[in-house]
C-alpha cells in the first residue's frame, strides 16, 4: 500500500509534497521577512454620509482627522515623519438626482453612497510640521479643513469622507 508520502506526490506532485510533509513535521525553510514600515495612515466613512450642511461636512473632517492621528500614535514608530495629509470625498454623480434610490437600484433605503466620483488632494507638510505627536493632532484637522475647502465639494452631493496621513521613516 502507498505511504502517506506517495499519496501526497501522487495528488500534488514531488515539490509540493516534499513541502507539505516538512511543514507537517515543523520544518519551514522559507526566508522569513519582516512586515514592511507602513506608508499610510488614514480614516474614512463611506456608508450613510448624508451632510446637510457645510458644519456638518467640517465635523465629519475634524472627527475623522482626530481618529487618524489616534490611530498614527497607536501605529507609528518613534521618528516617523508625516510627510503629507490628504483628504478624499465621495461626491454623488454631478447629473443625477438627489435620491439615491432613483440612481441606484441597489440603495433600497438611500443609505449605502450610491454612484460617486471620488476626489482627492493631498498637502505637503511644511520641514519641521511633519513630525508626528500630540501637538500635530490640530495641525492635521487644519490642513484637513483647508483641503476641504479647497475641494469645494457642496454638503449635500458628500457620500463619503477620508482623511490620510503620508508616511515616511
Known sequence: ??????????????NLARDLVDMSNGIDTRTWEPRPPRKSVSAQCSYGVRCEND????????????EVCKRADRLLRPGT???????KIWRSKL?????SSVYDPSAKSGIGHGWCDIVTKSE???RGEGFFGTSSRDHVETVSLKLLRDLDVPADK????????????
Open 1 to 14: 500500500t502507498p505511504s502517506g508520502k506517495d499519496k501526497l506526490v501522487h495528488a500534488f506532485g514531488e
Open 124 to 126: 505637503p507638510l511644511l
Open 55 to 66: 458644519d456638518k461636512k467640517r465635523a465629519l473632517v475634524s472627527e475623522l482627522a482626530k
Open 158 to 169: 458628500v457620500r463619503g469622507l477620508g482623511v490620510r496621513l503620508e508616511l515616511s521613516s
Open 81 to 87: 515623519v508625516v510627510k503629507a495629509c490628504g483628504l
Open 95 to 99: 447629473n443625477l438626482p438627489p435620491s
